[in-house]
């Protein structure tokens, strides 16, 4: 009897056993229908196998077979089997979790997503025409067959009248629509400097190997424009390169780039944030081996590649490339597995390393290659000053040098940005009178106060509620708004700089992703004077006009418990502070602490990334922290702490614990509840992974058992929050 495993999107974890009728083929990697319950499912066949243990009469048959997208190679089968492995995951979800949704439903693929056009015939001469839209298309048409996508982002503008006159071009029959080409022409933006040549010719002569690099290049110092020649030679090759950055907000400008370099190529973005059909599209693109050029967030990771021939993880030090639930993969390291299951090299690139990373190069292990200077001709690494708090009394925050520095730059008709990393108007509303703060109900939280709505938030749960008349402990009327958040700063900048153009950028500006494409634009442009932006604003922006940075608190998390507290810090710095000054203009950084003989801003100051790794590892060495041991957490929450903390600790007897593994105690999380579940976790540590990994399989089966009703538990392997 032929037996085909499939997975399912349903949650059970595990696989489902099928016969395949005669007369049907199916391979593992191929989507099948099959009956379940009462309804018909599209899963995929992960193996074949030669019997089932279910009995012959009650094993279902396959139904069909689905040809509509190519099947999953056994590379990406690979990659599924090594994720669910290492992180501890069914292999089931992994693979249903893996593909979007429409590749699971019963629904049909849609057509080819990605419209090219081309010029109607010779005599569609754009001179025909007056200046304007329709004849810019005309001209852009003229080295051949282009995609919508190329076409309206070289036009610029707004993209309604842009699409107007693509649209008018085809009505009057001067345009039509072709099958999507893939030209692999490149538009060099610059010749590589010499630094850059180095580092590309090292990554370049891999080409057919696996192979780790770290590129370390200071902010500014021209990575992307390594990782377009990168993919220049790539698509020459008829190859594809898959490109991962860390956040949504970053896909457009890197996509506009790349689509500027590469004209003719077939580009497909991924992010989660996309329509169904677009990512579907995207994907079979992507699956096809279409699109020579693959650029999204982590979960770009796991769409099939067949030709792939470059990995990129740009900004590999940021966290948000580790998915923080169902499957708890880093999408840099299982970047890394891709790029050696596909066997070709891998490029990681940042100015501030994670510190396993930078552990990797001294190891060995990941070549290490470095741009030290900036590329842009002219452009200097911005000056780094502290400014002492205990020395500078601020007024509302802002000590008088900065103000003073700001000043100076609205009077030269330059950018200032100033950072800090709270959202709303003030963390803490508080009765003075008797020491009440307004706190969730449903979590061990603050409320946040927000003067946009003139309302509370939880920045934890999400629930808001109005912001009371007076203490609802002793009556007092007189609340205060304790400390500040990025509405408090816009409102001080606003008093201080009468007349300046002020622009806020964090979630709650930026809610519609859209509107934060253009007021980034705008800002680029030179829209506004100063900005004042949280983390949101820290990253791989290139704004030419800003020249001033300023940092309000760095300070808390100097006094964190958590150890990747300091890390985390050193990189946030030293990526805000690479928005200043990335042209011929000069640029100036200005923090503010409390503590200003701190080693870590002796480092910043000099941009010393490498002492402060040292220092760090050093440290880490000492305590027996990653990347010297390997982790894992067992998180668990439920109504009742008591609950929470008997589980672990009945958790943490349920095995004999291995010699080379260490169970910590179990802790409460520092936000212990939130949305009115209580949380806890337990940490275990090991020097040698594979016995890590060795328990923690067979310690998952266990802990299947031992959960009881209402508490949820997961297991996150080299975990990086701790909240
Ligand atoms: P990174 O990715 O390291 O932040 P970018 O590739 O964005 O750096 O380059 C920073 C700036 O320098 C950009 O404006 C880019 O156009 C410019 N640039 C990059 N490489 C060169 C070069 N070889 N010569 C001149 N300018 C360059
Ligand atoms: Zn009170
Ligand atoms: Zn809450």
Redesign the pocket.
């Known amino acids: 009897m032929r037996v085909l495993r499939v997975a399912l999107d349903v949650p059970l974890p595990r696989l489902f056993d099928y016969a395949l009728p005669e007369g049907l083929v199916a391979e593992a990697g191929d989507r099948v229908v099959v009956p379940f319950g009462s309804r018909q499912r599209v899963g995929v066949v992960v193996e074949r196998a030669a019997r089932s243990e279910i009995p012959a009469a009650k094993l279902k048959s396959v139904i069909g077979v689905r040809d509509d997208a190519p099947r999953l190679s056994a590379d990406w089968l690979e990659l599924m089997r090594f994720l669910a492995g290492y992180y501890q995951r069914p292999l089931g979800e992994t693979v249903i979790s893996s593909l979007p949704p429409r590749l699971r439903s019963l629904l049909p693929l849609p057509r080819d997503p990605e419209p090219f056009y081309r010029r109607a015939d010779a005599a569609a001469q754009p001179e025909a025409l007056r200046a304007g839209r329709k004849r810019a298309l005309l001209e852009a048409l003229h080295g051949g067959a282009r995609s919508a996508e190329a076409l309206l982002g070289a036009l610029g503008g707004k993209r309604s009248a842009a699409r107007a006159a693509l649209r008018e071009l085809l009505r009057a029959g001067r345009i039509e629509a072709c099958a999507p080409q893939a030209g692999t022409r490149f538009v060099v933006?610059?010749?590589?400097?010499a630094q850059?040549q180095a580092a590309f010719a090292r990554i370049d002569a891999a080409q057919n190997n696996f192979r780790p690099f770290l590129l370390h290049?200071v902010?500014?110092?021209?990575?992307?424009?390594v990782y377009l020649h990168l993919a220049a030679g790539v698509l020459a090759r008829g190859a594809q390169a898959l490109i991962l950055v860390p956040e949504i907000g970053l896909t457009p400008q890197l996509e506009a780039r790349f689509r500027h370099a590469f004209p003719e190529a077939r580009i497909a973005v991924m992010h989660s944030a996309l329509e169904d059909a677009t990512r579907t599209a995207a994907w079979l693109a992507a699956a096809r081996g279409e699109a020579g050029i693959v650029l999204g967030t982590r979960l770009a990771v796991l769409a099939p590649l067949p030709r792939l021939g470059l990995v990129v993880v740009d900004e590999e030090h940021d966290t948000s490339f580790k998915q923080q639930e169902g499957l708890r993969y880093s999408g840099r390291d299982a970047a890394v597995v891709r790029a050696k299951l596909a066997g070709c090299p891998v490029v990681l690139g940042t100015a501030t390393p994670s510190l396993e990373t930078w552990f990797n190069c001294r190891a060995g292990r990941y070549e290490l290659l470095e741009?030290r200077h900036?590329?842009?001709?002219g452009a200097l690494m911005p000056a780094v000053r502290i400014v002492d708090l205990r020395r500078e009394a601020a007024e509302q925050g802002l000590s008088p040098s900065l103000s003073a520095a700001i000043g100076e730059r609205l009077a030269r008709g330059e950018q200032s940005l100033v950072f800090i990393n709270r959202r709303g108007y003030a963390p803490v509303l508080a009765c003075e009178a008797c020491g009440w703060a307004a706190g969730c109900a449903r979590c061990s939280a603050r409320m946040v106060l927000h003067s946009a709505d003139r309302r509370l938030h939880c920045h934890h749960c999400g629930a808001e509620q109005p912001i009371p008349r007076a203490c609802p402990t002793c009556g007092n009327a007189d609340l205060r708004a304790v400390g500040r958040g990025t509405q408090r700063v816009e409102e001080t900048l606003a008093a201080s700089f009468p007349g300046a153009r002020i622009v806020r950028i964090d979630r709650d500006s930026a809610r519609r992703r859209s509107e934060l494409t253009r007021t980034l634009a705008g800002i680029r442009d030179g829209a506004a004077d100063i900005l004042v932006g949280t983390q949101l604003l820290a990253k791989g922006h290139?704004f030419p006009q800003l020249t001033l940075v300023g940092v309000l608190n760095a300070d808390s998390a100097l006094v964190s418990t958590d150890y990747r507290a300091a890390e985390r810090l050193f990189a946030t710095l030293e990526q805000v502070a690479g928005r200043a000054g990335?042209r011929e203009r000069p640029g100036e950084v200005l923090v503010q602490t409390r503590y200003p003989e701190h080693p870590l801003f002796a480092a910043l100051v000099r941009h010393d990334y490498a002492g402060f790794a040292a220092s760090q590892l050093a440290e880490r060495e000492a305590a027996g922290f990653p990347p010297f041991v390997s982790e894992a957490a067992l998180r668990a929450e439920a109504r009742q702490l008591d609950t929470v903390m008997a589980f672990l600790r009945h958790a943490a007897g349920l095995l004999p614990t291995p010699e080379e593994v260490r169970i910590y105690d179990p802790v409460p999380s520092v936000i212990t509840r939130r949305a009115d579940y209580e949380r806890a976790r337990l940490l275990v540590q090991s020097r040698s992974r594979p016995a890590l990994q060795a328990f923690l399989a067979a310690w998952r089966e266990a802990l299947d058992d031992a959960a009881p009703k209402g508490l949820r538990w997961h297991l996150d392997v080299d975990p990086i929050e701790f909240d």
Do not use: F, N, V, W
């Open positions: 933006g610059h010749e590589l400097s850059q290049g902010t500014g110092s021209g990575k992307t424009e741009l900036r590329a842009s001709p290139d990335r």
